[in-house]
Each structure stands twice: as structure tokens, then as C-alpha cells.
């Protein structure tokens, strides 16, 4: 990967991209796959029509820095959440309207789920709680977590959300009228969350450079440890056989066919240039993973296969945001110093 030129094939090929005024918190495509947004840290949204992918609309979003942002439970749209308080809906024209004002409480995490009838849940975490709405942004109740809400995920079929919190995490039933979570234990600072396609393993990243899991047919703990940095990004892949996770010199996946990975070695893929990966996003049809690196370095990973290939050059800072379009044919990913790219991957 020494030629630049040549790492950078995918990107000045079938790419598009540009160099932003601030940090890419976050990056996300609509339902529909017809339009991309990026977050920053300047309150901002970068909006792009993937039709005309050339044309990138600035979108003042939040009073301060864009924390979450996710696709809106409709087909087109997203939501956004800040360090001002607010969940804003963002339509693709770039109208915004506020679902709710936290009264400047920090708005971390968002999560959304949508069915093929149109209903939506909108999860949205603010400090100890996870507040449920949902697809027309009407509150629907809220969940009390013993501390700080670090992650959500919703299961595949939108009946549970998770959140992860100091010593373990909470899985609720939304629409239980108990209220009453299941919880999994597990001592130390949990970063983040994921739930397995089939909904019966939960995995966390913790602050102390391991991921931590429970299966949930008998409470089995799952310890995976081993990392030299922190694993921000986590995500199954869409057959399930697979974890990504970030925070080591490579993809690290931990394989979970036959009950999980107790007493396996991951697979570990894309290493050897003694980059911290930063980021990962795992492709919603195949086992395909792409990373980003602290370098800059984006790569595409075949599980199956055993390839790996390069997206786009370093040099243009440590990779902070990356997402896959819902059918797989787009690519977005940003950088800490602002840099944000589209690659398409639908082109012959």
C-alpha cells in the first residue's frame, strides 16, 4: 500500500468527496438509500441527494456539536441529537423540526427500527435514560438506567431495545407494561452495544480494552479480551457468524456459530501497517466489513474470502465515522480533521 495513488483507486473512481470546517462525528444514510448525512462538531449536517452526490448542502442542526445521528423511521429523513438538548428530524431538504428539547441534557445515542408496514420506534439515550418514541416523534414512555446511558440497540424485529450503563447493561421489552428490564451483569464501564441478527446474544465494549457478552438462552458470559485500545465501533454482521469490533492493528472478528466464541481465536483481517483501527461497519447483505484506521486508511475486508481492499489512502486523519447504505451499494466514512467521502459501489 505504498503507491497512494493506487490506495486511492475506489475513492477518485467512484467517489465523492470533500474537505468539511469540522470533526465527522457521525455518518448516515436514509432508509430509502436516496440521501447521506454527515455529522460535525459544529452543529452542522452535511446533506447529500446520492443521485446528484456532487451537491453537499450545510444544514445548521444543533446550538454546539452533533452527537448522534441515525436514519428516520420513515423511508427518507433523519434524526439528529446534540449537546444543546435537542432531537431534531431533519428532512432531506433540510427542514428542521424539534421531536424534543432535554433542556440542554446532552442528547449521546440514537437508535431507530422500522417494519414493512411503516412503524417506526425512535430511541434517543439522555444521561440515565432511554426515551422511546414513536415513527410520528409521540413520546411513548422512558427507561431508567442505574447510571450514564453509553449505547442502544434495538433487536432486529424492534421488540427490545438494549442499553448499555456502568456495570453491565438493561434489555427492555418496548412494549411491556412492566417496565422491567432484564439485566446483565457484568462489573466495569460498558462503552457500547450490539445484538446478534437472531436476538439472542448481547455484546458490549468496555472501557478497560475487552468486549463482554451474555447469551441470552442461559446467561452464558462471553469474555473477549486482548485489545491494545478501546473498541469503539462493534456490529455483527448480517448472517450473525460474525462480531467486528475496532481497537486493534487490524479488524478483529470473533466468530459466533456453535454457541459463541468461548474458547476460539478471532479472526483478525486488514493488519500489519501498525494502524489502530477506528472505526468499523459491517455490510447489510454480505459478510463484507469496512474499517478505518487512525491513519486515515479505509479498507474493505471479504470474511469469507480472505481479500482485503483498499478504499482510500491515509493522510487525512484518523478515521471517526463510517456507515454502509441499507442495500450496500454506497459507502460514507469522515475523519477527525473533517475530512467525508461517498464511495459508490453500484458503478460497473
Known sequence: MSDLQDVDQLLEERG??????????????????KHAAFALGDGTLRLVTLADAADWRSVAAHDGGVLALAPDCAPTGFVSGGDDGKLQHVAPDGTIATIADFGGKWVDHLATHADAKGRGLLAAAVGKYVHLFDERGQKLKQ?????????IAFDAKGKRVAASHYNGASLWFVASKSDAPRV????????SIAINPAGDHVVTAM?????????LTDSQHMRMSGYPGKSKFIAFTKSGKWLASSGAEGIVLWPFTGGGPMGKQPLE?????????TAIATH???????AGFDDGLVVLADINSGRVLPAAAPGRGSVSALAWSP?????GFGTDTGFAALIDFSKR
Not at 24 to 33: E, I, L, Q
Open 16 to 33: 465523492v468527496h470533500h474537505t468539511l470546517d469540522a470533526f465527522v462525528t457521525g455518518v448516515s444514510f436514509d432508509r430509502a438509500a
Open 143 to 151: 427507561f431508567a438506567h442505574p447510571s450514564t446511558v453509553t449505547g
Open 184 to 191: 446483565l451483569e457484568w462489573k466495569g464501564s460498558h462503552t
Open 207 to 215: 472501557q478497560e480494552n475487552a468486549l463482554h457478552g451474555w447469551r
Open 269 to 277: 483481517m486488514a493488519s500489519g501497517d501498525q494502524a489502530l483501527c
Open 284 to 290: 447489510p447483505q454480505h459478510d463484507v466489513c469496512a
Open 327 to 331: 442495500d450496500g451499494t454506497w459507502l
